[in-house]
């Protein structure tokens, strides 16, 4: 496609309530990042992928939050029992190659748990 | 829309001005930093990056400053336009091990007409 796309835009889920948030990198991009972003804030990492494997997970938050990309393009990244801690703004980047600088990140979705 | 950085510190500029946009830095080790704009609703736009071997590179409008000395960074921005009213953020990486950008806290711009 001609950028990340996320869905969905806006997600407001029921405090407990498990969730799925998709992303679709850039055909053929190598490298998937999810990252958060609390009101405020700057983008947080969360786990990197390099085609389909998670390579570095170091960033997720809980056992709660799972990533996936099993045929290295689209990706999930699930959020289980949701808290109101979780809201956010969910953010995608894909880059072409590891060694590439330039990530281009999706809209988000942002997440509320009410 | 939505608010990306309702407490931010804020940089207000008029139209036409130059605007200098300032980071901090803790990553000794970073091998190149960069300078992401992000508008209200929308994802972070890669603007520019430096390596850390190189202290000014230049781009369309925009020149970014690296002194590693004082681990600081700026982005300069020319002849400053509605359209660059942002939240700007710096991001640092590097080229082994951790793939993941290391985001400063960010800075909003807001362009006087």
């Known amino acids: 496609g001609a950028g990340v796309s996320q869905s969905p835009r806006y997600k407001v889920a029921k405090r407990g309530q498990d969730v799925a948030l998709r992303c679709d990198p850039i055909s053929g991009h190598v490298s998937l990042f999810w990252y958060q972003q609390a009101l405020g804030q700057g983008p947080e990492f969360l786990t990197y992928f390099q085609n389909e494997a998670q390579l570095d997970k170091s960033g997720l938050p809980s056992d709660r939050f799972f990533a996936e990309r099993p045929e290295g393009s689209v990706s999930t990244l699930k959020i289980q029992r949701t808290q109101q801690e979780d809201s956010a703004v969910y953010l995608c980047?894909?880059?072409?190659?590891?060694?590439?600088?330039?990530?281009?990140f999706g809209q988000g979705t942002r997440l509320t748990v009410v | 829309g939505e608010s990306v950085g309702l407490h931010l510190p804020t940089l207000s500029v008029q139209e036409g001005d130059n605007s200098i946009i300032n980071c901090a830095y803790s990553?000794?080790?970073?091998?190149?930093f960069i300078w992401y704009k992000q508008e209200s609703g929308k994802g972070p736009q890669f603007i520019i990056d430096?390596?850390?071997?190189?202290d000014k590179r230049q781009g369309q409008r925009v020149t970014v400053l690296l002194n590693k000395t004082v681990k600081h960074l700026s982005l300069q921005i020319a002849a400053t336009q509605p359209g660059d009213s942002a939240v700007y953020f710096c991001a640092e990486n590097r080229y082994t091990g951790r793939r993941a950008l290391t985001f400063g806290s960010g800075t909003r711009l807001q362009v006087q007409p």
């Open positions: 430096i390596r850390s071997n190189m």
């Open positions: 980047a894909s880059t072409l190659t590891t060694g590439r600088t330039e990530a281009f």
């Open positions: 990553n000794s080790a970073s091998d190149y």
